[in-house]
C-alpha cells in the first residue's frame, strides 16, 4: 500500500504538533515550582549582599567591590566555591544523619514560604491557619541541626546541635503567644486576613501600633529562633569552632549557611505581614491603576505594586538584625534561657491576656 506524500506530512506535523504540546504542558507545570524558588534565592543573595555592604559600613571599611558591580555577585561567587569542594565525613559519625541533617534544616524552612502572601491574590496557599503552620514547620529546622550535631561524633558539634535545640523550644513559646494575640485582634489566623485585617485604619491600622509590646517580643524571639547576634550561641566560634556545622564543608556547609538567610528572610516577611501592614501603604496609589487603566485591563499593575511594597517593607526591616550583629555582645547560655523562659514568656503571657480582655470588652 501507497501513501501519498501529503497524507505522510500531515501525519509528521501532527505527530510534531502532539509533541510539542505534551513539552509545552511539562513547561507550564515546572514553573510554578522554579519560580518562587529562584525568586527565593535570589532574595537570599540580596540578603547576603546587604549584610555585607551593611558591616562594611558599620566597620568603616571597604566591602565587597570586585565580584560584578558594586559586589553584587560575591555571593554567588562563594556559592560556586562551596558547590566544588569536597564533602568530608567524619570517620566515626553517623553518615546517615550527617547527611539529611542540613536538608531538613534547610527544606523546613523552604515549605514556611508557602504560606507568605505578597498580595492578597499572590500566595501560594492560603490556609486558614496560616501563620500556625509557619511555626509548626519551623521547629522542624532545630531537629535538622541536632541530627547534623549528633551525626558529627564531634563534641562541640553536640553541643551547638543542643543548643540550638533548647534555643528554640525556649523562644518558639513566646512567638507563638504574640502570633495568637495578632490572631485575636484579626479574628483569623490565616495571613492574607491579618493583612486585610490591618488595611481598614491605613497606617495607624498598623499591629504595629495596637501591639507594641508583642512587636518587641516577636522581633526579640525572631532573632533568637535565627541564631543571629546576640543569641548565636549554637555556632559561638569562641567557645565551640563552628557548632553544629564543624564537622562540614562543600555543599553541605553551604546549606547550613543558605538556611540561616532563609530563616532571616521568612521571618522578616513575617514580621511585616504580621505587623506592618502587609503589602498595604498609607499613601494611596489607586490613581496610578486608572491613570494607566493597566488593572482593569490585565490585572497584573496591582499585583506588582503589592510585591514591591512587601519587599521594600522586608529589606528596610532586615537592616535591624543587621545593625544589631556589630551592636550587641554575645549573651551566655544561663542569660539567653533567663530572658526566654523568666522574662519573655511572662510578658507574651500577660500580653496574650490584655488582647483577649479587650476583645471581650469590645463585644
Not at 566555591?81 to 567524619?90: A, G, S
Not at 549528633?150 to 512567638?175: C, D, H, T, V
Not at 514580621?271 to 490585565?298: C, H, Q, R
Request: with cysteine; net charge negative.
Amino acid at each position: 500500500m501507497i501513501i501519498d506524500t501529503p497524507e505522510v506530512q500531515d501525519i509528521n506535523s501532527f505527530s510534531r504538533f502532539e509533541f510539542l504540546k505534551e513539552t509545552y504542558g511539562i513547561i507550564w507545570t515546572l514553573i510554578p515550582i522554579f519560580t518562587p524558588v529562584l525568586g527565593i534565592t535570589i532574595g537570599v543573595l540580596v540578603i547576603v549582599w546587604l549584610e555585607r555592604e551593611i558591616s562594611a559600613g558599620i566597620q568603616q571599611r571597604i566591602g565587597p567591590e570586585y565580584a560584578g558591580p558594586l559586589g553584587v555577585l560575591q555571593a554567588l561567587a562563594d556559592g560556586s566555591k562551596l558547590l566544588f569542594k569536597e564533602n568530608i565525613f567524619p570517620a566515626r559519625g553517623e553518615t546517615l544523619l550527617f547527611s539529611i541533617g542540613p536538608s531538613i534544616a534547610v527544606i523546613s524552612i523552604l515549605v514556611s514560604y508557602s504560606v507568605v502572601p505578597f498580595s492578597s491574590h499572590l500566595v501560594l496557599v492560603d490556609l486558614n491557619i496560616g501563620v500556625f503552620l509557619w511555626i509548626a514547620i519551623s521547629s522542624i529546622a532545630p531537629i535538622g541541626l541536632l541530627m547534623s550535631g549528633y551525626g558529627s561524633n564531634n563534641k562541640y558539634s553536640f553541643l551547638g546541635g543542643l543548643r540550638a535545640a533548647a534555643q528554640s523550644i525556649s523562644y518558639e513559646i513566646p512567638l507563638t503567644l504574640c502570633v495568637l494575640s495578632i490572631s485575636l485582634l484579626s479574628n483569623s489566623s490565616s495571613t492574607v486576613d491579618i493583612v486585610e485585617a490591618q488595611s481598614k485604619y491605613g497606617f495607624w491600622g498598623w499591629n504595629l501600633w495596637r501591639q507594641p509590646i508583642g512587636f518587641i517580643i516577636f522581633l526579640i524571639s525572631s532573632l533568637a529562633e535565627c541564631e543571629r547576634l546576640p543569641f548565636d550561641l549554637p555556632e559561638a566560634e569562641e567557645e565551640l569552632v563552628a557548632g553544629y556545622q564543624t564537622e562540614y564543608s562543600g555543599i553541605k556547609f553551604g546549606l547550613f549557611y543558605v538556611a540561616s538567610y532563609l530563616n532571616l528572610l521568612v521571618s522578616s516577611l513575617f514580621v511585616t505581614v504580621l505587623y506592618l501592614g502587609g503589602w498595604n501603604i498609607s499613601i494611596p496609589y489607586i490613581f496610578v491603576f486608572d491613570f494607566f487603566e493597566i488593572n482593569k485591563t490585565y490585572g497584573v499593575f496591582e499585583p506588582t505594586i503589592s510585591m514591591f511594597i512587601t519587599l521594600a517593607k522586608t529589606y528596610l526591616f532586615l537592616f535591624i538584625p543587621i545593625t544589631t550583629r556589630w551592636t550587641l555582645p554575645r549573651l551566655r547560655m544561663d542569660q539567653l534561657l533567663n530572658l526566654g523562659w523568666k522574662f519573655l514568656l511572662p510578658i507574651s503571657l500577660g500580653n496574650l491576656l490584655l488582647t483577649t480582655s479587650s476583645q471581650l470588652f469590645s463585644l
